[in-house]
């Protein structure tokens, strides 16, 4: 059963950090790109980060540049989203989604993702 499993959502502190993490179930992670979403109430869902199968080549969107960092763990089956210097804005729910094969910047949209995590929740207590 092919899955990608989100953990490490959560209520932050204004400036504070969380760490999401997204494992993947039934296949091998390091075949694939990831990318980290975010869905605000009454908003579009908005690409956040991506990562291809070749570590180094990572992608930002403007909003979370120098604030959020993304990796991976081919070994374990995971991928994070590091996420620093929280703002009210960040608030939303975060999803992971995979594509076989490579990404490149176009890829902090949707639309050719495969597999789609479950959602976690970040608020900031703001």
């Known amino acids: 059963h092919v899955q990608l499993v989100q953990s490490g959502g959560g209520l932050v502190q204004p400036g504070g950090s969380l760490r999401l993490s997204c494992a993947a179930s039934?296949?091998?992670?390091?075949?694939?790109?990831i990318g980290w979403f975010r869905q605000a109430p009454g908003k579009e869902r908005e690409g956040v980060s991506c990562?291809?199968?070749?570590?180094?080549?990572?992608y930002y969107a403007e909003p979370v540049k120098g604030r959020f960092t993304i990796s991976r763990d081919n070994a374990k089956n995971t991928v994070y989203l590091q996420m620093n210097s929280l703002k009210p804005e960040d608030t939303a729910v975060y999803y992971c989604?995979?594509?076989?094969?490579?990404?490149?910047?176009?890829?902090?949209?949707?639309?050719?993702?495969?597999?789609w995590g479950q959602g976690t929740q970040v608020t900031d207590s703001s």
């Open positions: 989604a995979a594509i076989l094969g490579s990404v490149t910047r176009s890829d902090l949209s949707p639309s050719r993702y495969q597999y």
């Open positions: 039934g296949f091998t992670l390091g075949y694939y790109g």
């Open positions: 990562i291809s199968t070749s570590v180094g080549d990572t």
